[in-house]
């Protein structure tokens, strides 16, 4: 499919890079191809960024079809790279799947996300821990407001500067475990990286930070048992050494940063057990002195540490709430290779000149 490109008359003047924050400034141009059942993706093209007009009984508004991913593009000496792309263009499409969402070409897509940031590419801030947010996303676009799987669809990229996550260096954040509200069942669309799944995670959310918490822990949505994930992160723990995340049931996000984490992780010796932690277990090995370690690991922050734990209205404290050695080591490789400042044995980066 050829990508037709429009590119905008005047370009925006640029924020100021050193006060980037996240997701509030937006690159000059954007993606976006339609989907229908008899014609399939069709219409892709580059336009300048701006409004999409919507019908207001478009599927989206009523039923919540909606998916997204979230992905960096990181300034080079000589261009840009993109860590591990095809992985969140696959995640994208096992979403479709779920949600009954057309799937994409991934080849195709990237080759779309990589022409539309080098049409975009001096928004790509520069200094130590910015970088370029992608934000792609699909809508179900039907406009009639009979319940059925999509017939139309719509697929967009924007892109967005961002700051460093830790604007003064890594510092730990603090956790309250959520024992009432579940983001996700088993069966559910917890794998799926959907809008619903955040709207259902709002309330928690609401009430964490009104008692000083920066994130929630999710426990299972079947017997509020077993640890599940953090807010937008998936979540790790160093107890006895060994290092434990909780397994892919189903209900639990698959992040890619957890991913190359647990292959860093193996290929540096350590036992790595992706299986079911209760909370009990966890707590326990809190109040027992083996949690040596907690951390968040997702795109937007990389690797964040867990310096509080509470539950049931008890703190408990890791790794003196400070960050533990695995997790500053963890933060530095993995950073190091996204930035392009570390070699890349794993061959993640993909680099493009300009
Ligand atoms: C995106 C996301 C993550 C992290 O995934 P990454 O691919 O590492 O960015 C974890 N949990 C949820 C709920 C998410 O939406």
């Known amino acids: 499919m050829e990508i037709k490109v429009e590119q905008c008359k005047v370009r925006k003047e640029k924020p100021d890079f050193s006060k980037l924050g996240f997701g509030k400034y937006f690159t000059d141009h954007m993606f976006i191809m339609q989907y229908s059942d008899t014609e399939g993706w069709h219409d892709a093209k580059i336009v300048p960024f701006g409004y999409i007009p919507i019908h207001p009984a478009s599927t989206v508004l009523h039923y919540g079809a909606e998916i997204f991913e979230g992905m960096k593009a990181y300034k080079t000496a000589d261009g840009f790279q993109l860590f591990r792309p095809l992985e969140n263009f696959k995640r994208l499409n096992d979403s479709a799947e779920r949600l009954c969402l ?20 001096d928004w790509i801030p520069e200094s130590v821990g910015t970088s370029l947010y ?24 924007i892109l967005s500067p961002v700051g460093s996550y830790y604007a003064e260096g890594l510092s730990p954040v603090k956790i309250i475990i959520e024992n009432e509200d579940v983001r996700a069942v088993r069966g559910g669309t917890g794998y799926a990286k959907c809008g619903g799944n955040y709207a259902a995670s709002m309330r928690a959310g609401k009430r964490a930070a009104e008692k000083g918490f920066s994130q929630v822990l999710w426990l299972d949505g079947v017997e509020r048992k077993y640890i599940e994930e953090v807010g937008a992160m998936n979540v790790m ?22 991913k190359s984490c647990i292959e860093m992780l193996k290929s540096w010796g350590y036992k790595v057990s992706e299986r079911l932690l209760s909370v009990d277990e966890l707590i326990g090995a809190a109040e027992n002195g083996t949690l040596d370690e907690a951390w968040g690991t997702g795109t937007a922050a990389v690797v964040s540490p867990i310096g509080n734990l509470n539950y049931k209205d008890k703190n408990h404290i890791v790794s003196d709430n400070k960050i533990g050695p695995l ?14 400042l570390k070699p890349d044995p794993y061959g993640w980066c993909v680099k493009v000149k300009m």
């Open 102 to 121: 057309p799937k994409v070409d991934e080849e195709f897509t990237l080759k779309a996300l990589i022409e539309l940031i080098k049409l975009d590419y």
């Open 134 to 157: 992608i934000r792609p996303f699909m809508f179900g676009n039907d406009e009639s407001l009979g319940v059925h799987a999509v017939h139309n669809a719509t697929f967009v990229i």
């Open 237 to 258: 723990f160093k107890i006895n050494g060994e290092i434990i995340t909780p397994v892919l049931t189903g209900s639990v996000l698959p992040g890619i940063t957890r």
């Open 327 to 340: 997790t500053q080591k963890l933060y530095d490789e993995l950073t190091g290779i996204q930035w392009g």
